[in-house]
């Protein structure tokens, strides 16, 4: 059943097995999954079906961080959440992602590749991706490399609120509250285990939900930024006794390497070729992981109010041929050209962070500030993917390439651009010293409370986060079933 919360027609049951805050693609996973098995699943949506302002906003926040990052424009706060715009480009974590190591004095997964791995059947088939040959490569992506292999990966087109709300409407088990946000987390007097969800609508209504079990699956963002409200009874927020909510803020990191021309004798017809980093580069050079992809303009494009002037000098500079020597004057692209960008991994590093501040959204809750940094170690790691990549795409006669001259000066600041890949900022860790929840997923110090999505990434990799954390998703609800 679909309630909007905004009606006061509804009637709201005793108890629920499950509160689901969220309704992304982890929270209606998670809700579908649960109900399957006969639980009652309350699942809240903070906006509605579509877009709306007045929910948008609440995504609002400030940022302190060099790097530019737009919080309520590279989220979609209505349901099923960032789905709706997501490019639908996904693949798994590699095993190189969960060995054992130390990243800026961190720990790494807590759980196996192996046991991540065993729900990525589930996961293919809710994004309705092939069961076998999944993963492709692009066409004429070719390297002789032990640093460097063929980018693989697969598309979705699923948007979660298209497939799933006549599902969610027609389950006799689910309950979708819309326009209901989550406002408080009320613990018993023992500090460990959750009484209920507060959920407040735009009308200023609220209303206590119950159930046996809790689950926030808001987002990175949004998951890190409730329990550091709810401070009532723990000063500090639910979660937080070491200081951990909100810490190790990780996005993938958008770079442009470079400039590169093309062998065309080697690439044919192709506009685009796209490498991942091996694990032997990443344990040879201290690197992440990294997709570089190398893809030629095929239109020159300007923007703002003098677009049309900056196209112009554009085209009159690539005609003759002087583009090299006025990028001091306006930095641009000439059709043809090839420009070197990445999905880069960003190492887990405590001062890239959430906190909250004292501006005060409509629902009463306190917004959020993002520091978003790099670590020495992301500079290193993208410097010596960077030099790496020119001298194999050299030595392979793919063409030749000119290094940006923050990657060659290190004295210059390098300059990045977020994939609106939030993660991170409840961790998953055995230990409260380094994480948030343990490795179920479950808060740490608390009985029923626990988190979804990608906010629990230890590390980020080098893949999109859907898929990873559809296969925490289902992960986690394997073991909600089998405690319960």
Known sequence: MIIDFNNDS????????????????????LALKLAKNGKRIALFEGGDKEYSQVSQDIYKGNVTSENPYWLDTYRLRFLGGTTNHWAGRCRPFTEYDFEDKQINGLPGWPISFEEMNRYLPQAKSILELEENNTFKTIENTNIESEHFEPEVYA?????????????????????????????????????????????????????????????????????????????????????NQTNMVGKCFMEHLNIRLGEFVSNKAKWGDS?????????????EMNTGLSNITFGTVKQIKAYGRTAEIKALFNRLSCQLGVSEYLQFLYEHDCVGE??????????????????????????????????????????????????????????NNLGRVKLSTFITDSTQKIEISPHAHQMGTTRMSTSTEYGVVDENCKVHKTDNLYVAGSSVFPTGGAVNPTMPLLQLSYRLAEHLESVN
Request: hydrophobic share 40%.
């Open 10 to 29: 509804h009637k709201i049951i005793d108890k629920y097995d499950y509160c689901i805050a969220g309704a992304g693609a982890a929270g209606i996973t």
């Open 155 to 239: 598309s979705s087109s699923i948007r979660f609120r298209d497939k799933f709300s006549e599902d969610l409407e027609q389950h006799p088990n689910i309950d979708l509250y819309l326009n209901a946000n989550l406002v408080d987390i009320k613990l018993e007097n023992n500090q460990s285990t959750i009484k209920y969800f507060t959920i407040l609508n735009y009308k200023q209504k609220k209303q206590n939900f119950t159930a046996s079990n809790y689950i926030i699956a808001m987002g990175a963002i949004e998951n890190a930024r409730i329990l550091l409200n709810c401070n009532s009874q723990i000063t500090s927020g639910i979660g």
């Open 271 to 283: 506009q685009s070729m796209q490498f991942m980093t091996t694990p032997k580069l990443a344990r």
């Open 338 to 395: 090839g420009v070197i960008s990445t999905l880069c991994e960003q190492f887990p590093f405590k001062d890239s962070k959430l906190t909250l501040i004292d501006e005060i959204d409509s629902l009463g809750l306190k917004r959020v500030e993002l520091d978003w940094r790099l670590s020495q170690s992301d500079i290193d790691s993208i410097r010596n993917i960077s030099v790496a990549i020119a001298e194999e795409f050299a030595e």
